[in-house]
């Protein structure tokens, strides 16, 4: 297995990726694409459309803030999907997850779009919507960590960096996706006929996003470096071993520095694309419109950070490539608010449009730098509780309290925020070790 298993490459010398390897590249980007488009896709008709045909009552508040919540439910659900993914994906392979969870997730997206409403089941709908947001939530637990680990894996080693972006850089496509759809579809069905039933073709638009990508991810073959280390394993009675959870958490510094890291880029994600739109939409002449175009604007810069920031990473190793944004963003935050603050629309582009693509240059360095933090053996799961447990801890509480922040204490307090969530990210690039060019085919 000489030839399949990753190593580091002399310089001057050229790696190739295994035959497949594209193939491997776009199943995982569909995922990664599907992934952020649904959850796009749910925050923007959560306030609009999802709440009164969902939630009973007359309080369009309480609407709004339940719709909002069933939307929280996936993250709840993400770290047990991480997990049991996780656990599975050691044992089994990396393809059979790539293959699950992404059909689960497909799935899951798409019924929701045909879903009875509560005015037409009563209180089942709700409960449908919920159990629905939380199967998703579950699958995206492993559907992330298969899809970099994927990626990682199967790629060149040098590229290692570059190669990881790209299913980070999901994020913004499937945001930019989301928002021209929905766009598209209130053009194409004015008045009541979108909040009646065009809102379904938005959701129903997952299953051939689910047709594509499961016929992409279904023919890819195992990561060789898992290959290689299973059998590395077979010869040592793998039966005996425990699970890759424990194994994982057994030395926990690789899991608290990838937490530690995500912190502040969760943090920062959030709060430039999801707080910022109700934020600047009240009170600083901008219309709710005006904010979300530029998001989407800034979602374009995002990718291009990402993929920037992993092929840097490949030439000045994965510490400098993170440290650089991450203090680039300490120092962003207050500058970013002045501009939100001027009511002026350029200067609000100007402020999310940078935050974003910083952000992306930090997220996209950090999919290569977590996997490499982990031995083969429990790679998918140390880093799905990474992953997924980010997310739980900093992202989806981020715009909750900076609202809170905000209405308590004033700005300077989410200022604040910004830049001590993102210089815990520093402190924990700083202590932790550079991992540019690890031997994936060594033996752990």
């Given at each position: 297995m000489a030839s399949t298993v990753d190593r580091v490459v002399p310089s001057g010398t050229r790696a190739t990726a295994p035959a497949g390897f594209k193939r491997v590249l776009a199943g995982s980007m569909a995922g990664a694409v599907l992934e952020w488009y649904d959850f796009a896709i749910y925050g923007i008709l959560a306030a609009t459309v999802l709440g009164p045909l969902f939630f009973p009552g007359s309080n369009s508040v309480a609407k709004l803030l339940l719709a909002l919540a069933t939307q929280g439910l996936g993250f709840v659900a993400r770290p047990l999907g991480g997990i049991v993914f996780g656990h599975l994906g050691d044992r089994f392979g990396r393809k059979p997850m790539l293959v699950v969870t992404f059909t689960l997730l497909g799935t899951a997206t798409a019924a929701i779009g045909l879903l009875p409403t509560y005015h037409q089941i009563g209180i089942g709908a709700t409960v449908a919507l919920v159990v629905l947001r939380m199967v998703q939530g579950f699958a995206l637990g492993g559907e992330f960590g298969a899809a970099v680990l994927m990626v990682s894996e199967y790629g060149e080693p040098r590229r290692r960096g570059f190669w990881a972006s790209w299913p980070q850089a999901g994020a913004p496509l499937g945001t930019v996706l989301a928002t021209v759809l929905v766009t598209v579809l209130t053009s194409a069905f004015p008045g009541k006929a979108f909040d009646t039933w065009g809102w379904r073709v938005a959701f129903l638009f997952a299953v051939p996003l689910l047709l594509v990508g499961f016929w992409l991810r279904r023919s890819v073959e195992e990561s060789p470096v898992f290959r290689a280390a299973q059998e590395h394993a077979e010869q040592r009675a793998r039966g005996s071993e425990r699970?890759?959870?424990?194994?994982?958490?057994?030395?926990?510094?690789?899991?608290?520095?990838?937490?530690?890291?995500?912190?502040?880029?969760?943090?920062?994600?959030?709060?430039?694309?999801?707080?910022?739109?109700?934020?600047?939409?009240?009170?600083?002449?901008?219309?709710?419109?005006?904010?979300?175009?530029?998001?989407?604007?800034?979602?374009?810069?995002?990718?291009?950070?990402?993929?920037l920031g992993g092929a840097w990473s490949d030439r000045v190793g994965r510490k400098p490539a993170m440290l650089v944004p991450a203090v680039v963003l300490i120092a962003w935050a207050p500058v970013f608010f002045a501009l939100v603050h001027t009511g002026t629309l350029p200067l609000l582009w100007i402020g999310v449009g940078v935050g974003a693509f910083f952000h992306g240059m930090l997220a996209g360095t950090e999919a290569a730098w977590i996997t490499e933090l982990f031995p083969t053996k429990h790679r998918y799961a140390g880093s799905s509780l990474v992953f997924q447990g980010s997310s739980i801890i900093a992202g989806a509480p981020a715009p909750l309290i900076a609202v809170w922040l905000i209405d308590r204490f004033g700005v300077g307090t989410v200022v604040a925020y910004l830049m001590i969530t993102m210089a815990v990210t520093v402190l924990a690039v700083v202590t932790s070790r550079e991992t540019k060019g690890r031997d994936f085919g060594a033996a752990d």
């Open positions: 699970s890759s959870i424990l194994a994982a958490l057994a030395k926990p510094r690789a899991v608290l520095h990838g937490l530690g890291m995500r912190l502040g880029e969760n943090v920062a994600f959030y709060v430039y694309t999801v707080f910022v739109i109700a934020y600047a939409s009240h009170g600083f002449g901008y219309t709710r419109g005006d904010v979300v175009l530029a998001v989407t604007f800034a979602s374009v810069f995002q990718f291009a950070g990402m993929i």
